[in-house]
């Protein structure tokens, strides 16, 4: 009978352990919790409460001269179809 209530027990505290390893949401924590989107910091904190964004953390996006290319960087939302020798071949 100790045995059964023992391993009860045993059961109990591991269905509990694991419910508690469930994900953490801002919700379920305590209120200084903040959890964020993922994202990396562009910088420290300073200890007078300020941000200090450092430049080799933010991101570098290098862009092609466009001059002579054909294609513009607009796309409609409603195209028009276009009929195409390789399209009509393909649909029969």
Known sequence: MPLGLIMG???A?????????????P?????????????KPTGFHTRKGGYV???????????????DFKLKPYVSQCPK?????E??????
């Open 27 to 39: 919700k379920r924590a305590p209120r200084n919790f903040y959890k964020g989107k993922n994202c």
């Open 53 to 67: 964004v450092v430049q080799d953390k933010l991101p570098n996006y290098v862009v092609p001269d466009l001059t």
């Open 81 to 85: 179809e276009v009929k195409t020798a």
């Open 13 to 25: 505290f591991r269905r509990k352990r694991t419910a508690s390893l469930d994900i953490l949401s």
């Open 87 to 92: 399209s009509a071949g393909a649909t029969k």
């Open 9 to 11: 027990l045993g059961r």
